[in-house]
Nanobody, 124 residues
Framework: QVQLVESGGGLVQPGGSLRLSCAAS????????MGWFRQAPGKEREFVAA???????GYADSVKGRFTISRDNAKNAVYLQMNSLKPDDTAVYYC??????????????????WGQGTQVTVSS
C-alpha cells in the first residue's frame, strides 16, 4: 500500500518559516517527479513546487524566491522549505508523486499519489 505522509505544518506569524516533510512508503519514487500543492478554503488546489528525479525544479510565481523544494531519495522523502510566509500562503499543503511518468508536471491531474495534507496557517 502506497502512502505519502506530510508533516511540519502549523501556525506561524507573517515573515516566519516552516519546513514541510513528506515521507513515502510502499513504492520508491526516486526516479519520478514529486511535487507540492496547496488548497485554501473555497479555492481550487494549486501547484506550488515540483522536483524531477534529476533535481530539476519548478515553482509557482507566487512562491518563487521564498520556497525551496528538495528531496532525499535515500529516504524516499520530499521537503518544502517555506520562508517569508504571508497570510496568502495559508492553506492545506499536499505532497504528491507523479508515477509512473518521468516528465515533470505542474498540474494536479498529472500526479498519481497524494498525501492527506498538512495545514499551514500564517497569521499574527
Amino acid at each position: 500500500q502506497v502512502q505519502l505522509v506530510e508533516s511540519g505544518g502549523g501556525l506561524v506569524q507573517p515573515g516566519g518559516s516552516l519546513r514541510l516533510s513528506c515521507a513515502a512508503s510502499g513504492r520508491t519514487f526516486s526516479n519520478y517527479p514529486m511535487g507540492w500543492f496547496r488548497q485554501a478554503p473555497g479555492k481550487e488546489r494549486e501547484f506550488v513546487a515540483a522536483m524531477s528525479s534529476t533535481a530539476g525544479t519548478g515553482y509557482a510565481d507566487s512562491v518563487k524566491g521564498r520556497f525551496t523544494i528538495s528531496r532525499d531519495n535515500a529516504k524516499n522523502a520530499v521537503y518544502l522549505q517555506m520562508n517569508s510566509l504571508k497570510p496568502d500562503d495559508t492553506a492545506v499543503y499536499y505532497c504528491a508523486a507523479r508515477w509512473p511518468y518521468s516528465s515533470p508536471s505542474y498540474s494536479a491531474k498529472g500526479y498519481s499519489y497524494w498525501g492527506q495534507g498538512t495545514q499551514v496557517t500564517v497569521s499574527s
